[in-house]
């Protein structure tokens, strides 16, 4: 049976609130749960940007169930580094950790003050820290001289167990990449055949029998109305979608690529629907396509009243079917 777990946006809500709803998320019947980790927010509107590993082993601490994380190393963060943050939170919660690792968004990396590189070139970088990564967490001394330099790294803090090492791939070509590498998929909602092209293409690439992991953009409210007006008001981003979202630098640049987006734009890329049935529906065709974990994100603010509902409804009739 498939895993459903909860999405935690760091861009739109503080941590604090954010620990409180990942708890209520386990209470409400969610199986797990993963986070964003971002330095800037999508829009002014969201407004938030709380730090991922911090927060990680608040929520690991507090709850019981497996939580994930996605993160681009090479940029902000210093693969050893990374490493020795999976490593720590690994060897306190055994066998409850997964991180996702990504080729990156200029939003967040830019930080930094480097060039920002195209495509083929930050495919590169993830991989070289990728195996980096790998190689620490199985304790090995790590010394290299490439895109990231390493000199004479090494973890002494290490779980029994390394967690898994997805790859993080919303296109047909990235998914093929990652899986000569990674252990996993971890990917995103869209229509059902560019799905299936990405994860065939994953399992192409090397990822055959490996672990297939998807988080869906939702927006539910009792109303239509207010399902539409809650996706845009927080996730019209989304709309923009390619390589457009990779390479806008601040939140004032989003908001500018996305002035003439309207709200009944939405649908386009967010399941937007005030039937819970018709949520199962969408949820039910990524589980015969072999996902075993799906998380679900509901992109507006109106989390409890998400959780109580999905909790309550759509949960239950999944696990039934």
Known sequence: MARIGFH?????????ELLRLVVAAEAAGFDAAK????????????????FAWSWLGAALARTRFPIGSICAPGYRYHPAV?????????EMFPGRFWL????GQRL????????????????ARLEECAGIIRDLLRGESVSCHGRVPVVDARLYSRPETPPPLLGAAITEATAEFVGCWADGLLTTSAEPDRVRKVVDAFRRGGGEGKRLVMQVGLSWAPTEEAALRNAWDQWRTNVLGGEVNWELRTPEQFETATRHVRPEDMAESIL????????VEWIGRYIEMGFEEIHLHNVGRNQDEFLDAFGGRVLPQIRAS
Not at 82 to 90: C, K
């Open 8 to 16: 935690a946006s760091h861009e739109q809500f503080p941590p604090s």
């Open 35 to 50: 986070c964003s980790d971002h330095f800037r927010p999508w829009s002014e509107r969201q407004g938030h940007s709380g």
């Open 82 to 90: 990374v490493a020795q943050a999976a490593a720590t939170l690994s």
């Open 100 to 103: 996702a690792l990504g080729s």
């Open 108 to 123: 967040n990396e830019d930080i930094m003050g480097v060039p920002w590189p195209e495509k083929p070139e930050r495919n």
């Open 272 to 279: 937007v629907s005030a039937s819970l049935d018709r949520h």
